[in-house]
C-alpha cells in the first residue's frame, strides 16, 4: 500500500525445556495476563509488538519455541537471523538449568555467535523453592556473555525490564540496525509531511 510505514524490526526468540513458561512470559508481556491453562508449544507462536525506542517505533517480533523433544529438530529453524535470544529455566527445577548449555550451544550455532544472549531465571515468585543458587546462574551467564534477568511469569514482576533491556542493549551495541531504525523514522516522518505538488494555476 501506497501509504504503508515500513518500520525496522527486531527478531527474537525465547527457548528453554518444556514447562519452563516461556509461553506465560510472552502471555503476560502481550496482555498483562496470564492464562489459567496454556497448552505446550507446537513448533513455534509468534507474537508482533510495537515499541518505542528514542522516540522511534520498532517492530518486535518474538519466536516462542517448543522445548519438548519431539520438536527439538524443528526449533532451529526459528533461531536463525535471530538478533535476541531469551533462554529460560526454572529456578524450582533444576534439571532445566542443566539444559541451558544445549540451548545455548544451539542458538548460537544456528543464530550465530553475535546474538544478544539473555539467560532468565523464571518463576523467583517460589524462591523457598528454589534449586538453582542465583550465583550459580550469575557464573553461568559470565563465563557465556550473557545478560541475566530474573523474572516471574505468574505476577509478571520483571518481564517488562527483560524485553526493553534486551532491545535497548542489542540497539545500543549494533550500529547497522541503529542506521536502519533512524532511517525508517526519517521514512515515516517524510510520509507525515504535506508534500508541494509542483502545480501551478493559470492566471
Not at 115 to 141: G, H, P, T
Request: hydrophobic fraction near 35%.
Amino acid at each position: 500500500m501506497e501509504n504503508e510505514v515500513s518500520r525496522a524490526s527486531i527478531k527474537a526468540v525465547i527457548l528453554g525445556d518444556s514447562s519452563v513458561g516461556k509461553s506465560s512470559i510472552i502471555a503476560k508481556y502481550d496482555t498483562g495476563m496470564m492464562p489459567d491453562h496454556i497448552s505446550p508449544t507446537v513448533g513455534a507462536a509468534y507474537l508482533s509488538k510495537i515499541i518505542t525506542y528514542d522516540d522511534t517505533e520498532i517492530e518486535l517480533r518474538i519466536w516462542d519455541t517448543a522445548g519438548q523433544e519431539t520438536y527439538q529438530s524443528l526449533t532451529p529453524i526459528y533461531f536463525r537471523n535471530s538478533s535476541i535470544g531469551f533462554v529460560v529455566f526454572d529456578i524450582t527445577q533444576r534439571n532445566t538449568f542443566e539444559s541451558i548449555p544445549k540451548w545455548v550451544s544451539q542458538l548460537k550455532e544456528h543464530a550465530g555467535s553475535n546474538i544478544l544472549s539473555v539467560l532468565v531465571a523464571n518463576k523467583i515468585d517460589l524462591d523457598n523453592n528454589r534449586e538453582i543458587k542465583q550465583d550459580e546462574y550469575m557464573q553461568f551467564a559470565n563465563q557465556n556473555d550473557m545478560i541475566v534477568t530474573e523474572v516471574s511469569a505468574k505476577s509478571g514482576l520483571g518481564i517488562i525490564n527483560m524485553i526493553d533491556n534486551a532491545v535497548s542493549t542489542f540497539i545500543k551495541t549494533n550500529s547497522d540496525f541503529r542506521y536502519e531504525m533512524y532511517a525508517s523514522k526519517r521514512k515515516m516522518e517524510q510520509k507525515l509531511t504535506p508534500h508541494d505538488t509542483g502545480k501551478s494555476s493559470c492566471c
